[in-house]
């Protein structure tokens, strides 16, 4: 497929596609890798989320933890990365729930959600940070708490309100 855009986060493709009907199209594709989602659960059952700015919706929006799998990264450890890098935390539990494609119709991207918890502190020497362009606030709630943020309007975030349905 010929790539007409390449960016750091995504590219996207354009072709034209034969159909199980038969029929061609030209279909635009945006690929993006795998992302892994977390839900990170504290030893007493909070769930932390973050705050963090979205350029795309020019908002900043509460959300659980999530981020790409780099080219050559298994998920597993994509998430610990992520954990470390978004809340500070090294999970000690790293569980797959599940994966699931949110915008099939013209994105390829998966997002694998996981539990993660025995949450601690990251070793001294751990070089996971989070990104440049990442400015993340974090606060730990009830399950119920971030449910009722859901409700209220408060979290608009997809995969937030999926993932807290998880635990």
Known sequence: ??????????????ERRRFPNGQEHEVAIVRHNPSVVLIPIQDDGRVILIRQYRASIDRVIWEIPAGRVDDGEEPDAA??????????????????????YP?????????????????????PDSSHKPDEDEDIESMAVTLDEARAMVDRGEIIDLKTAYGLLLV
């Open 79 to 100: 998430a610990a990365r992520e954990c470390e890098e978004e809340i500070g935390l090294a999970p000690g539990t790293i569980e797959r729930i599940r994966g699931l």
């Open 103 to 123: 915008t099939p119709g013209f994105c390829d991207e998966e997002l694998i959600f996981y539990r993660v918890s025995n949450l601690r502190p990251p070793p």
């Open 1 to 14: 497929m010929p790539i007409v855009f390449k960016g750091r986060v995504f590219a996207v493709e354009v």
